[in-house]
């Protein structure tokens, strides 16, 4: 697709930093593993476009190598992972971009109904992985956590590993689904713009490819600047509505 963005804020919801990660690294080490997370995710949603693009007889993604699950082909160095470590530092909502997969909808079977398919590919797969994270956090603290803590009071230290490990499969839940719903806002060059396009005309379409031409600007401005200088804040708005109400539902028994 043209661009794959993520604007995931850093949440360890439902558990409170201990332990070794409630020292003065502990913050560190979590935005890292958030990184890191948002890298693997953002992996699998590109592979999820091109391997759709492929199914609908588009093989571009193929032939540029691009159809694979190694995050080092879909990754940017300063996107992927400076831009987002900064703004973790900063303090500020985390974005990250991965390279887009190379994209030709002149070459797919049906253009107009395969376009959103191929867009919608990629949110797809962020859900289902955030539906594997789910499965395996309750796995973890039904089965797991009566062994981690009988070896606590033993004085293992079982029990920091499997809080480690709860950590990180409730962040890679909650990223994935910011991946999902953000890359789902109708506005170019994310997913959610691809979706309507099909049905745009006239007017309508002309707008459209003019927005196109300023997305990232448009983005920045709704991420960052409206938030610090009008107090409002429609993209947590937005994830209040979506993501953090599908966490709960996916963690209602936690």
Not at 20 to 38: D, N, W
Not at 71 to 96: I, N, Q, R, T, Y
Request: net charge negative; proline share 7%.
């Amino acid at each position: 697709m043209d661009s794959d963005l993520a604007a995931v804020e850093r949440r360890e919801r439902g558990v409170e930093l201990s332990g070794f990660l409630a020292g003065p690294y502990g913050r560190y080490i979590m935005m890292a593993i958030s990184v890191a997370l948002v890298a693997v995710s953002a992996s699998i949603h590109e592979f999820a476009h091109g391997w759709m693009a492929l199914r609908c007889g588009d093989p571009t993604a193929k032939e540029a190598g691009r159809l694979t699950l190694n995050p080092l082909a879909h990754l940017d160095p300063f996107g992927s992972f400076m831009l987002p470590l900064m703004m973790a530092l900063a303090g500020m909502p985390v974005f990250a971009a991965a390279k887009p997969v190379p994209f030709n909808p002149r070459r797919l079977n049906n253009p107009a109904r395969d376009e959103a398919l191929v867009a919608l590919a990629g949110p797809v797969s962020n859900i289902i992985q955030a539906l594997v994270a789910a499965a395996l956090l309750y796995l973890e603290i039904t089965f797991l956590e009566p062994l981690a803590l009988r070896d606590r009071f033993n004085g293992g230290f079982g029990y920091d590993i499997f809080y480690l490990l709860v950590l990180i499969t409730n962040s890679y839940l909650y990223v994935n689904l910011s991946l999902a719903f953000f890359n789902l806002i109708p506005i170019p060059p994310l997913d959610g713009s691809k979706l309507i396009s099909p049905f745009l005309k006239g007017e309508s379409r002309r707008i459209y490819n003019t927005l196109q031409a300023y997305s990232l600007p448009i983005l920045m401005i709704v991420l960052y600047v409206v938030p610090t200088v009008f107090r409002v804040d429609p993209l947590g708005w937005y994830f209040d509505l979506t993501v953090d109400n599908v966490y709960d539902l996916l963690t209602f028994w936690w």
